[in-house]
T-cell receptor
């Protein structure tokens, strides 16, 4: 049973380019969460999605950032016109349907974005 | 919103000793807490969790203590091993949020000396 799969693991972009990060949740999980982690810091919530719906995007910058979780395929975190401050590790997590009694989120290995 | 933070950024212990990592939270509406371990270059791994109606929970070599009066959480690791070296995060879930969104603390780096 594969865990949360993220790709690419490492991505290098020049300022002004676009970055697309993909996340396939664990099998049977319909909730996806994106978190950002700067070096030597904790994880900061960005967005919570269910299939075809954005449930909470309160942690995501209003401009340049967008996320989707289509009916088919992985969840995508898209960053347009990247700037150096976007350099970070982006983690995706998933959880099963409903408010799990345990509440545990299962994390992927992250995508590390470097903006030159 | 909730804020979860840690007291100590770095903890250095001798192999075989016990480790205690502390965490403070500010939102009394939090109903669930988790400790995660993150090794270099990897994603967070679940260690142990505790619901707000409990004050202690034990796992294999790990114990989590919750003091709701002072909004404090701690992770105790018994007989610390070199493989325990990592950054440890506490995270809390707000009771009334829409899903299982967690708010993370800043992390404590545990260094185990052989």
């Amino acid at each position: 049973n594969a865990g949360v799969m993220q790709n690419p693991r490492h991505l290098v972009r020049r300022r002004g380019q676009e970055a697309r990060l993909r996340c396939s949740p664990m099998k049977g999980h319909s909730h996806v969460y994106w978190y950002r982690q700067l070096p030597e810091e904790g994880l900061k919530f960005m967005v919570y999605l269910q299939k075809e719906n954005i449930i909470d995007e309160s942690g995501m910058p209003k401009e340049r950032f967008s996320a989707e979780f289509p009916k088919e395929g992985p969840s995508i975190l898209r960053i347009q016109q990247v700037v150096r401050g976007d350099s970070a590790a982006y983690f995706c997590a998933s959880s099963p349907p409903g408010l799990a009694l345990a509440g545990e989120l299962f994390f992927g290995e992250g995508s590390r974005l470097t903006v030159l | 919103g909730e804020s979860v933070g840690l007291h100590l950024p770095t903890l250095s212990v001798q192999e075989g000793d016990n480790s205690i990592i502390n965490c403070a939270y500010s939102n009394s509406a939090s109903d669930y807490f988790i400790w995660y371990k993150q090794e270099s270059g990897k994603g967070p791994q679940f260690i142990i969790d505790i619901r707000s109606n409990m004050d202690k929970r034990q796992g294999q070599r790990v114990t989590v203590l919750l003091n709701k009066t002072v909004k404090h959480l701690s992770l105790q690791i018994a007989a610390t091993q070199p493989g325990d070296s990592a950054v440890y995060f506490c995270a809390g879930r707000e009771k009334y949020n829409a899903g299982n969104m967690l708010t993370f603390g800043g992390g404590t780096r545990l260094m185990v000396k052989p």
